[in-house]
């Protein structure tokens, strides 16, 4: 039966996608371009419905409309749209399989690439459909939509994450909107999928089939990869999607001097800005390059214009609700008013890796740093060493000509910015493609001229990224696979992997049907079935020390929120330890049950937990 379910939500990933194919073709055909081949032309028709249906649905999601019946009609109305030109066309390349096939199978080292392609592809889907385990996915990536489904449309003040959520977060809540947080992550593995490709198309571009093969499956078996798309629950991997596709579109527009290419540019770059806030260095970039290569401002307006109707969406969303689009990072100019200084420096730290340093000698040394010290460095060293590696061989990538450029601009402007900003190495990402297809392109480049010791280096540096890859990925897929195939109940699994499971199922059992809301100050919130808010003040900015100041003020705040619930587990915040300590002696806070459980101690990839005592106390009735 699990397979058979499993099988199942991924039939329903397939057909979304077939759908939105269809009308991207149709779409494509209206921009009168020409992609330079037949899988060139699925991925901007890919890139292009997909873009669309994250923005209507974080639209309607927005204003409290995302229900099952607006995502059906969503979807329905891609399958008319498509009409009879983009089902034709989408059957015609469809046609064209079994003769790609028939290629393939004639060649030995293609057989074999595609072969080991399609093993990662299966195993990645197998690990996608396992129940939601990813930190951060339980904190905020998959809480939010949640949130914004059960609870409808609204600022959620006690969750700063949410407001960091974009269009690929509206991809998670249209899954759940039809039914099981599984389409959610299989539209997060579709996501990958596409980057998959995008990257063969680029590298192929710049080197041949069999080199952009091997880049591609690097790129499936990197541990940053097979994470993002199978297991982590975060949509970040579709920035790296739409990121290749406004290089390959830009470089199309300046080649050819059509600026239908550059409005493609612009759509796929503002798509990229419209997941995650740190996506705006995309448009930065392409329209940047744009103006450098065509050396005309008209141009390159035209290119960065066409960036805002699918990136404005977040910024519009948290200016009308905070008046800071980027909140709360420009608040403290924009309304300095109503900081929480305590919640922006735990904000800082949790985005600052230990390794941040912003000199001149740490800024020169992150590039090498982060995979060499990846722990220290936002787990860079998930990436591998192949970059690091071959990076000398990248200015033979130049010869290419324009392409290699455009990749190599934009993925210069996005590393900047993360090594100026942050250096957190997890946020490399969305350019990964890019430096691979560059990286690549320079190797094929010695082996064309015969370099030896290169040819040697470079091939053993391949093989060793491979090897270690398949490792990584089986090693990892050993915790997964047994709840996927139905060897493993789910609740075991869960306890078993994900963070703070055990506090959520007491507190389920435990305060099923009460009324009144649970203040949690725990983080990973996602399997919560009763009403709660977070009262971490790391993260609620509500939660703010500066102005909930003695146990007073605090239990005033705490009857505004119309909480009956505090659980302690198994202390308070240290911010705010002496004013709910006061309420207890007080009277005023009241234990109700208790129970021993337990939580991860460090990154759950470590395996190490410690018991935690749970006490629930209910606050006393206002006299």
């Not at 927005?62 to 099952?68: E, K, P, S």
């Not at 990813?134 to 969750?159: K, N, Q």
């Not at 787990?379 to 392409?403: K, M, S």
């Not at 990584?472 to 109940?489: C, I, M, N, Q, W």
Request: charged share 10%.
């Amino acid at each position: 039966m699990a397979l058979i379910a499993v099988f199942f939500y991924l039939g329903v990933v397939v057909v979304m996608a077939t759908l939105e194919i269809a009308l991207g073709l149709r779409l494509l055909a209206g921009f009168r371009v020409s992609p330079s081949g037949a899988l060139e032309e699925v991925l901007y028709a890919a890139g292009l419905s997909f873009a669309i249906l994250g923005a209507l649905a974080f639209a309607l999601g927005t204003v409290g409309w995302l229900r099952q019946g607006t995502a059906l009609t969503l979807l329905a109305a891609a399958g008319l749209g498509a009409g009879k030109e983009g089902w034709r066309r989408l059957f015609a390349l469809i046609a064209l399989i079994p003769g790609i096939a028939g290629r393939i199978s004639h060649s030995r080292a293609a057989w074999l690439l595609a072969a080991a392609i399609a093993g990662c592809v299966g195993l990645d889907s197998l690990l996608a459909m396992a129940p939601l385990t990813g930190s951060d996915a339980l904190v905020y990536h998959f809480t939010a939509p949640m949130l914004g489904l059960t609870r409808g449309s609204g600022p959620i003040f006690w969750l700063i994450n949410s407001f960091w959520v974009g269009q690929g977060h509206a991809l998670i809540a249209l899954g759940m909107a039809l039914g099981s947080d599984r389409i959610s992550m299989g539209l997060i593995l579709v996501g990958g999928l596409l980057a998959a490709g995008a990257l063969f198309a680029l590298t192929r571009q710049l080197t041949s089939n069999h080199w952009a093969g091997l880049a591609t499956l690097v790129f499936l078996l990197t541990p940053m990869v097979f994470w993002q798309m199978g297991t982590s629950g975060s949509p970040d991997i579709w920035m790296a999607f739409y990121t290749t596709l406004a290089v390959m579109a830009v470089n199309n527009g300046v080649h050819l001097a059509e600026n239908r290419w550059l409005v493609l540019a612009g759509l796929f770059a503002g798509a990229a800005a419209g997941v995650k806030l740190t996506g705006w260095a995309i448009p930065a970039g392409i329209a940047t390059y744009c103006l450098l290569a065509t050396r005309s401002p008209y141009r390159a307006v035209v290119c960065g214009l066409w960036s805002l109707p699918m990136g404005i969406l977040l910024l519009v969303r948290n200016a009308r609700w905070t008046g800071d689009p980027f909140f709360p990072f420009l608040s403290r100019w924009l309304r300095p008013g109503q900081i929480n200084q305590y919640a922006l420096a735990a904000i800082h730290g949790a985005t600052h890796p230990g390794g941040f340093d912003r000199s001149i000698s740490g800024l020169l040394a992150f590039p090498f740093l982060l995979s060499l010290k990846g722990e220290a460095y936002g787990v860079g060293h998930y990436f591998g060493p192949i970059v690091l590696a071959c990076a000398p061989l990248i200015l033979f990538a130049f010869r290419r000509g324009g392409l290699a450029f455009a990749a190599a601009f934009v993925w210069v402007v996005f590393f900047l910015l993360v090594d100026l900003t942050s250096q957190g190495a997890r946020f490399l990402l969305p350019v990964f493609p890019l430096a691979l297809a560059l990286v690549f392109a320079g190797v094929a480049e010695a082996f064309r001229r015969g370099w030896r010791v290169v040819q040697v280096g470079c091939a053993g540096t391949i093989v060793l990224t491979l090897l270690l890859g398949l490792g990584s990925e089986t090693l990892y897929a050993r915790d997964f696979l047994p709840v996927v195939v139905g060897l493993e109940k789910r609740e075991a699994f869960l306890e078993r992997m994900a963070s703070d499971y055990s506090l959520v199922s007491f507190l389920n059992r435990s305060l099923e049907g009460q009324p009144g809301e649970a203040m949690v100050f725990f983080q990973h919130v996602y399997y919560l079935r009763i009403p709660f808010l977070i009262g971490d003040p790391q993260i609620s900015w509500l939660m703010d020390p500066d102005r909930l100041t003695g146990p007073q003020a605090l239990l005033q705040f705490l009857r505004q929120q119309n909480v009956r619930w505090v659980v302690k587990s198994p202390g308070y915040p240290k911010p705010f330890a002496p004013a709910f300590q006061a309420l207890e002696d007080e009277g005023k806070l009241v234990p109700r049950f208790s129970e021993e459980a337990s939580t991860y101690t460090n990154f759950r990839i470590y395996g190490e937990k410690v018991p935690v005592h749970v006490v629930v106390l209910e606050l006393a009735s206002a006299p």
